[in-house]
């Protein structure tokens, strides 16, 4: 018997529309690259969506086709993403902080066929123009009067322009809900990049899934600053959660130094924020410096790398902010796992609630997930036995676009199939995930694992410690032995004696780092993430002294 239920798609259509109706005077604020502060509504924002999206077809622009960004966090481009994903055609955002080259290569697998831009991206543009033939025309996101001429463009039209071209008489159309709306590749910190597609129903349930109170707890009382960019797995959902709830969204553009998002926390009222690790550090070294106070700003959302424990503190303690430890990735749409107390820990002494919101946490509804041994047998939930971590769910990849690397599924005795996350990992027995490592970045001593994260997060409780990260360097009788490589804050005096005393007693004696080295900074990814890879190419030649 079926239900007798009105049969409505889950469209990203309606998230705005429902904004646009039930929240329409509720704001969008972008810092913009023309240098002031933009403010509209939701119910302005959603009639550009659709002047746009009839400005697209007109260009010829059909369902399915891929249309790029390369754009900060903005008005804009929250336009196209609800444009382009609403008319039926897939947004594809682009890392610009990629080599041109590795740009180039993705907008072409992808099979782009307009890209829009910031302009302050031109240079990148104009780089990658003559190795792109497909795509047919290049959109600058800017005041008309303020755009720049190109010589090396064929089809350089202007955003505003282009809108203004649309037709406001534009209805979305009812889409079939698994139909692609959005595509998004892997960063690519561990191998060549894959594409994520995703559908309008994963994305609608992961606005759902990512608005609940232990989740990310966005409400229409918010004001939310993504710090994470909407180019890194779509700003983490918050373009599409914030309007799902009616929040106050913040743009903060191209300006993400610590000074300039603080400025947008305080005038904006901010309450909410999301962010990697490394755009922490920043603000809360200038909140520091400056004796500043965050008048507004409740709880943030951090996750991408493993936060460390004495960032959490940090907030909580000298602000008075919360931290939600969050885990995920591109091929999760992103989110997995999120830290929130449960009922049972109220009661708890606050070093033990402590423990456990420093822990990657808990899956929400829409994700399932367990760890396995190398023979894909499970392993218990003990908290201290690791293993493979596998998730299935309606927002989980079941393959990657263009069917590359095949299928990438793990499948259990009842033949459904799991997403190998690459990532190795604890569940303790209330449920709560612990990222160990990247099974990439595991070192491995003497048929041990040693977690390169637990011995990071140690380095940079370090109060001279401005930034570290631990590789694995062969060892001619331990296989791998850990190298700790550190950045100190500026003007420290710190020797490597002194902060391999600073973990006695912290960690297991096998465990300690083998050497120190100092450098004068650590190679960061496209998304804020340390790039191992680079670093274990920068210390090719390094010998340990115990080796
Ligand atoms: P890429 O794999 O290209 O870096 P993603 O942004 O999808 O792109 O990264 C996902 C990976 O980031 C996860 O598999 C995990 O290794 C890491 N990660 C994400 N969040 C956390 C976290 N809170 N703690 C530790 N690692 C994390």
């Not at 469209?11 to 509209?40: K, M, P």
């Not at 939701?42 to 399915?64: I, K, S």
């Not at 929130?340 to 990657?360: T, V």
Request: hydrophobic share 40%; net charge negative.
């Amino acid at each position: 018997m079926q239900g007798l239920m009105m049969d409505m798609p889950l469209l990203i259509s309606t998230i705005l529309q429902h904004a646009a109706r039930h929240h329409g005077d509720t704001e969008i604020v972008s810092r913009r690259l023309e240098g002031d502060i933009h403010r509209y509504t939701y119910a302005q924002c959603e009639a550009r969506a659709r002047r746009m999206a009839d400005a697209l077809t007109r260009l010829g622009v059909h369902a399915g086709d891929r249309v790029a960004t390369l754009a900060w966090n903005g008005y804009r481009h929250m336009e196209i993403y609800y444009a382009v994903g609403g008319m039926g055609a897939v947004v594809h955002t682009i890392n610009p902080r990629l080599h041109p080259d590795q740009i180039a290569w993705i907008a072409n697998h992808a099979g782009d066929s307009y890209l829009a831009f910031d302009i302050s991206f031109l240079p990148i543009v104009e780089a990658i123009a003559d190795k792109c033939p497909n795509i047919r025309g290049w959109i600058a996101m800017i005041d008309p009067d303020r755009q720049p001429a190109s010589d090396k463009l064929a089809n350089l039209i202007n955003y505003e322009t282009l809108i203004e071209g649309g037709s406001a008489d534009f209805r979305w159309p009812e889409l079939d809900e698994r139909s692609a709306v959005a595509l998004c590749y892997t960063s690519g910190t561990t191998g060549n990049p894959k594409g994520a597609l995703y559908a309008h129903r994963s994305t609608v349930l992961h606005a759902y899934g990512a608005a609940l109170p232990d989740a990310m707890g966005a409400s229409a009382r918010d004001s939310i600053l993504p710090v994470v960019p909407m180019f890194h797995v779509n700003a983490w959902g918050i373009p599409y959660t914030a309007p799902l709830v009616g929040a106050k969204l913040v743009f903060p553009g191209a300006q993400l130094d610590g000074k300039s998002i603080y400025e947008l926390f305080e005038s904006e009222g901010v309450t909410y924020s999301a962010g990697v690790p490394t755009v922490w550090l920043g603000l809360l070294q200038h909140v520091k410096q400056n004796g500043l106070k965050f008048s507004t700003l409740k709880r943030t959302v951090i996750g991408g790398s493993a936060c460390p424990p004495a960032m959490i503190r940090s907030f909580n303690d000298d602000f008075g902010v919360d931290v939600i430890h969050a885990w995920g990735m591109t091929e999760l749409s992103p989110l997995g796992t999120l830290s929130r107390l449960q009922n049972k820990h109220m009661s708890l002494p606050e070093a033990e609630q402590q423990k456990i919101l420093e822990k990657q946490g808990h899956v929400i509804f829409g994700v399932d997930m367990k760890i396995v041994d190398d023979a894909g047998s499970e392993i218990a939930w003990d908290g201290k036995t690791y293993g493979n971590l596998l998730v299935r769910g309606p927002w989980v990849i079941r393959e990657y676009f263009r069917g590359e690397g095949g299928d990438p599924l793990e499948y259990d005795s009842e033949g459904r199939g799991w997403f190998p996350t690459g990532d190795v990992a604890t569940i303790d027995a209330d449920g709560y995930m612990q990222i160990t490592d990247r099974s990439k970045d595991v070192i491995k001593s003497g048929g041990e694992w040693i977690s390169s994260i637990d011995l990071e997060n140690l380095a940079i409780a370090h109060p001279a410690v401005a930034n570290a990260a631990v590789i694995g360097v062969v060892h001619p009788k331990w296989d791998e032995r850990p190298l700790l490589i550190v950045v100190k804050r500026p003007g420290a005096e710190l020797t490597k004696e002194e902060l391999l005393k600073f973990y006695e007693g912290k960690i297991a004696k096998w465990w300690m780092p083998d050497d120190v080295q100092f450098v004068d900074a650590i190679p960061l990814g496209a998304t804020g993430k340390i790039l191992k890879t680079k670093l274990r190419e920068q210390f090719k030649d390094y010998t340990l002294p115990t080796a």
